[in-house]
């Protein structure tokens, strides 16, 4: 052969670019430069000479063989290719020290986290720092995404001189939650390269997935990977982590250490472990015989107990070493006469999981369901008089029967005061005890009735499904009338659709509708309000001001005689037509000063579930992971229950109440959490407030408000927060109605509340 040479080196010079560099010598004209060609896989990219000195060589009398040549962009744009120095007179290629393919080291990139089952990093290309990269997602060897690289990263941005936006994130499509292992591989598009900790296999349980999260991963497939908004929600959108044995297992290490802090509180209070014991309640565990036992032997031993206080154990059930000391203190206190804890299951394995976090003491919940079962601690006047009620009204089948209805009779029949709560996982089911979750058995709407009748209570009971038992308040033979009172500033397409279905739908025989018109300018709208104010029992009253929604429902009701008010947004529509009487059904009830609606979205997600106050330091919705028709939470979407507080989308009251604690505060929260600081103030002068998800509306929430916030509205959301948090200190509120154990997160229901050291107990 007689043109020898080697291409030595592919590699990046300062200022310069990608080079490939070596030497090539014809022996038959050795001070002739050998001319080049360099091709890839596509053809011919160009010619050059090996004309450069080369320290190497001294064939030639000046050693000029050398040659550097400079890559063109067709090579650099981020794929492999195969590149060849071809000798141009024969075509034959030169040898390589290294690799033919050419796949440079410019792109860099790394997957740093996978949580919530939504994977992020970063990924940079060092040619072009302030151009976002693009990645390519892989699932199982499909292809099932294109990701840009462009959410901000602060860290980047100083190292490689740029605009910073090199993070990506990318949540998991719903596909993946099947229980099996996925491999998800991460390329830079339209190469081999893949990113630093790629493949990686994942696996997700079938039961964290949320139905919201599926709701907006449909949307995603739907409406393409544009759908920016759907994919930042998707990013952020918590899984049902609860439902996650492994992340149970890590939380309860924490979870123990609350326990232990608890058990120490105790022990200082009572003066240390000698004498932990002295003047305590002495409290009795009781083993449940097995099924088909005999009730009258088993009635007669609980009759003749002489502890303080029994515990039912369930068959293949377990106490917290802790559960008795921290009872026992309880108990100790004036006039406690029931204890109960949170509750788990325990597999013959030992493997713990199904945990159940307990809202505080809620009468009207416990009805509905019985949510505390055998993890509790009955004093022993209620438990006898529980068993004389037993004993005077029902047949049980055998003896655990008959400890089912002794121990829910107690609960029934408890004055609130005398519950306690204790938010500690101290009761383990076994495996022979889960088969007994199901409670709400059709002798269970009979008992809940007996209840109702031994207290007065115009209510009736029957079964709701097979677990639930439902209470409808009866109205009084002529129900008071109510004034439904609806804002509204044009928009006449939300307005109408509102009000026709209130109007089409609404079964209540009494009530009439005021709306109030603040400042509408579309003539459609005003010829439908003219349209409105002839018809009977529909007035227009104006609002010509600047929006305050505090101030104007203040001045209708002052000005409106209807004993009941019903708070409705115009962008609102009823889906069931006895919701009026159900909300007012409770609403008559003395004790209570406030109720809301089960509220969804058009797709039938929940969009209000009752509010949680100290939500994100503040307050906001609570249920919204769940669909309309899911149960929730252990039923937590399908029950009737104390809330802190409800939306006034659809909120009804006393007038009477409402004026009593000054109305909504127009100063302070013009705009947002009038609601929550109204019901606050209720619960303040000794009023429950009731969510109930028997009233059933859509709510398209915010459709008159404007998407786009100016930084003003921005501004003074910010102080409505921050007065929120200076009168009700929300930033610290314990929620006596949700679980210390559940998150205070994005949704409620669906991850822990990784605890910190707590008091022994909380009054429920």
Request: hydrophobic letters at 40%.
């Given at each position: 052969?007689?043109?020898?040479?080697?291409?030595?080196?592919?590699?990046?010079?300062?200022?310069?670019?990608?080079?490939?560099?070596?030497?090539?010598?014809?022996?038959?004209?050795?001070?002739?430069?050998?001319?080049?060609?360099?091709?890839?896989?596509?053809?011919?990219?160009?010619?050059?000479?090996?004309?450069?000195?080369?320290?190497?060589?001294?064939?030639?009398?000046?050693?000029?063989?050398?040659?550097?040549?400079?890559?063109?962009?067709?090579?650099?744009?981020?794929?492999?290719?195969?590149?060849?120095?071809?000798?141009?007179?024969?075509?034959?290629?030169?040898?390589?020290?290294?690799?033919?393919?050419?796949?440079?080291?410019?792109?860099?990139?790394?997957?740093?986290?996978?949580?919530?089952?939504?994977?992020?990093?970063?990924?940079?290309?060092?040619?072009?720092?302030?151009?976002?990269?693009?990645?390519?997602?892989?699932?199982?060897?499909?292809?099932?995404?294109?990701?840009?690289?462009?959410?901000?990263?602060?860290?980047?941005?100083?190292?490689?001189?740029?605009?910073?936006?090199?993070?990506?994130?990318?949540?998991?499509?719903?596909?993946?939650?099947?229980?099996?292992?996925?491999?998800?591989?991460?390329?830079?598009?339209?190469?081999?390269r893949q990113l630093i900790g790629s493949p990686l296999e994942v696996r997700f349980p079938?039961?964290?997935?949320?139905?919201?999260?599926?709701?907006?991963?449909?949307?995603?497939?739907?409406?393409?990977?544009?759908?920016?908004?759907?994919?930042?929600?998707?990013?952020?959108?918590?899984?049902?982590?609860?439902?996650?044995?492994?992340?149970?297992?890590?939380?309860?290490?924490?979870?123990?250490?609350?326990?232990?802090?608890?058990?120490?509180?105790?022990?200082a209070q009572s003066g240390g472990r000698g004498g932990g014991h002295l003047g305590r309640?002495?409290?009795?565990?009781?083993?449940?015989?097995?099924?088909?036992?005999?009730?009258?032997?088993?009635?007669?031993?609980?009759?003749?107990?002489?502890?303080?206080?029994?515990?039912?154990?369930?068959?293949?059930?377990?106490?917290?070493?802790?559960?008795?000391?921290?009872?026992?203190?309880?108990?100790?206190?004036?006039?406690i006469g029931l204890v109960y804890s949170d509750e788990d299951s325990q597999g013959a394995?030992?493997?713990?999981?199904?945990?159940?976090?307990?809202?505080?003491?809620?009468?009207?919940?416990?009805?509905?369901?019985?949510?505390?079962?055998?993890?509790?601690?009955?004093?022993?006047?209620?438990?006898?008089?529980?068993?004389?009620?037993?004993?005077?009204?029902?047949?049980?089948?055998?003896?655990?029967?008959?400890?089912?209805?002794?121990?829910?009779?107690?609960?029934?029949?408890?004055?609130?005061?005398?519950?306690?709560?204790?938010?500690?996982?101290?009761?383990?089911?076994?495996?022979?005890?889960?088969?007994?979750?199901?409670?709400?058995?059709?002798?269970?709407?009979?008992?809940?009735?007996?209840?109702?009748?031994?207290?007065?209570?115009?209510?009736?009971?029957?079964?709701?499904?097979?677990?639930?038992?439902?209470?409808?308040?009866?109205?009084?033979?002529?129900?008071?009338?109510?004034?439904?009172?609806?804002?509204?500033?044009?928009?006449?397409?939300?307005?109408?659709?509102?009000?026709?279905?209130?109007?089409?739908?609404?079964?209540?025989?009494?009530?009439?509708?005021?709306?109030?018109?603040?400042?509408?300018?579309?003539?459609?709208?005003?010829?439908?309000?003219?349209?409105?104010?002839?018809?009977?029992?529909?007035?227009?009253?104006?609002?010509?001001?600047?929006?305050?929604?505090?101030?104007?429902?203040?001045?209708?009701?002052?000005?409106?005689?209807?004993?009941?008010?019903?708070?409705?947004?115009?962008?609102?529509?009823?889906?069931?037509?006895?919701?009026?009487?159900?909300?007012?059904?409770?609403?008559?009830?003395?004790?209570?000063?406030?109720?809301?609606?089960?509220?969804?979205?058009?797709?039938?997600?929940?969009?209000?579930?009752?509010?949680?106050?100290?939500?994100?330091?503040?307050?906001?919705?609570?249920?919204?992971?769940?669909?309309?028709?899911?149960?929730?939470?252990?039923?937590?979407?399908?029950?009737?229950?104390?809330?802190?507080?409800?939306?006034?989308?659809?909120?009804?009251?006393?007038?009477?109440?409402?004026?009593?604690?000054?109305?909504?505060?127009?100063?302070?929260?013009?705009?947002?959490?009038?609601?929550?600081?109204?019901?606050?103030?209720?619960?303040?002068?000794?009023?429950?407030?009731?969510?109930?998800?028997?009233?059933?509306?859509?709510?398209?929430?915010?459709?008159?408000?404007?998407?786009?916030?100016?930084?003003?509205?921005?501004?003074?959301?910010?102080?409505?927060?921050?007065?929120?948090?200076?009168?009700?200190?929300?930033?610290?509120?314990?929620?006596?109605?949700?679980?210390?154990?559940?998150?205070?997160?994005?949704?409620?229901?669906?991850?822990?509340?990784?605890?910190?050291?707590?008091?022994?107990?909380?009054?429920?």
């Amino acid at each position: 052969m007689a043109v020898q040479g080697k291409v030595e080196a592919v590699e990046r010079l300062p200022g310069i670019g990608w080079v490939a560099r070596g030497w090539a010598v014809d022996l038959e004209a050795p001070n002739e430069p050998v001319r080049l060609a360099l091709a890839f896989e596509k053809g011919m990219l160009g010619e050059f000479k090996a004309d450069l000195f080369h320290s190497g060589l001294a064939v030639a009398e000046d050693g000029r063989h050398g040659f550097a040549v400079k890559l063109p962009g067709e090579l650099l744009d981020g794929r492999p290719h195969l590149i060849r120095i071809l000798v141009r007179k024969d075509g034959t290629a030169l040898a390589h020290d290294g690799e033919e393919i050419f796949f440079p080291q410019q792109l860099h990139g790394q997957i740093e986290s996978l949580e919530h089952a939504a994977l992020r990093g970063w990924a940079f290309n060092e040619l072009a720092p302030n151009r976002s990269c693009l990645l390519d997602i892989e699932i199982d060897g499909r292809h099932v995404a294109m990701v840009p690289c462009d959410q901000p990263r602060s860290d980047l941005a100083g190292f490689l001189a740029s605009d910073g936006r090199h993070g990506f994130r990318f949540p998991l499509p719903a596909c993946v939650f099947d229980d099996r292992p996925h491999r998800v591989v991460i390329r830079f598009a339209n190469t081999d390269r893949q990113l630093i900790g790629s493949p990686l296999e994942v696996r997700f349980p079938r039961g964290v997935l949320t139905a919201r999260r599926r709701r907006l991963d449909q949307l995603v497939v739907e409406r393409g990977i544009a759908l920016e908004e759907g994919l930042n929600a998707l990013t952020v959108e918590p899984l049902r982590l609860i439902a996650d044995p492994a992340t149970y297992s890590a939380w309860l290490e924490h979870h123990e250490e609350a326990i232990e802090t608890a058990l120490a509180s105790v022990g200082a209070q009572s003066g240390g472990r000698g004498g932990g014991h002295l003047g305590r309640p002495t409290v009795e565990v009781v083993p449940l015989p097995g099924p088909g036992a005999e009730v009258k032997e088993f009635a007669a031993s609980m009759a003749g107990i002489s502890a303080d206080a029994v515990v039912l154990l369930e068959l293949g059930a377990r106490l917290h070493p802790a559960f008795l000391p921290l009872v026992q203190s309880a108990l100790a206190e004036d006039g406690i006469g029931l204890v109960y804890s949170d509750e788990d299951s325990q597999g013959a394995d030992g493997g713990r999981g199904q945990p159940h976090f307990k809202p505080g003491w809620d009468p009207d919940r416990y009805q509905a369901f019985p949510y505390v079962g055998f993890a509790c601690a009955i004093a022993r006047d209620c438990l006898r008089r529980a068993i004389a009620l037993v004993t005077e009204v029902e047949r049980p089948v055998d003896a655990w029967a008959w400890a089912q209805a002794v121990v829910d009779t107690a609960l029934l029949s408890a004055a609130p005061e005398r519950v306690r709560r204790l938010p500690f996982v101290l009761y383990h089911r076994g495996p022979g005890s889960v088969e007994h979750l199901s409670r709400a058995v059709p002798e269970r709407a009979t008992r809940v009735q007996a209840h109702l009748d031994r207290i007065g209570a115009p209510a009736d009971a029957e079964l709701d499904g097979p677990e639930r038992v439902r209470v409808r308040w009866r109205l009084p033979a002529s129900p008071p009338p109510v004034t439904l009172i609806v804002p509204t500033r044009d928009r006449v397409d939300l307005l109408k659709a509102c009000l026709e279905s209130v109007l089409s739908k609404t079964t209540y025989p009494r009530y009439d509708i005021v709306i109030i018109d603040n400042d509408s300018r579309e003539p459609e709208t005003l010829s439908y309000l003219e349209s409105l104010a002839r018809r009977p029992g529909v007035w227009v009253r104006r609002w010509p001001q600047p929006f305050n929604y505090a101030a104007m429902h203040n001045a209708v009701i002052e000005e409106i005689s209807s004993p009941y008010v019903a708070l409705l947004n115009n962008d609102v529509e009823v889906i069931a037509p006895e919701w009026l009487e159900e909300m007012m059904g409770h609403a008559v009830r003395p004790e209570v000063g406030a109720v809301g609606a089960k509220l969804l979205y058009p797709d039938g997600m929940i969009q209000h579930g009752g509010v949680l106050v100290g939500q994100h330091g503040a307050a906001d919705a609570a249920q919204r992971a769940f669909s309309g028709d899911e149960e929730g939470y252990f039923h937590s979407a399908m029950l009737v229950q104390t809330v802190s507080a409800v939306t006034a989308a659809c909120l009804v009251c006393r007038r009477d109440d409402y004026l009593a604690v000054g109305g909504m505060d127009a100063e302070c929260f013009s705009v947002a959490f009038n609601d929550v600081d109204l019901c606050l103030k209720l619960q303040a002068r000794g009023r429950r407030i009731l969510w109930t998800p028997h009233a059933l509306l859509y709510h398209r929430e915010s459709a008159t408000r404007q998407t786009g916030r100016s930084p003003e509205a921005l501004a003074h959301e910010q102080r409505e927060v921050a007065h929120l948090r200076s009168k009700w200190r929300t930033e610290t509120f314990a929620d006596p109605f949700y679980s210390l154990n559940l998150t205070r997160g994005l949704q409620t229901h669906v991850d822990f509340n990784w605890p910190q050291p707590s008091s022994a107990s909380d009054q429920a």
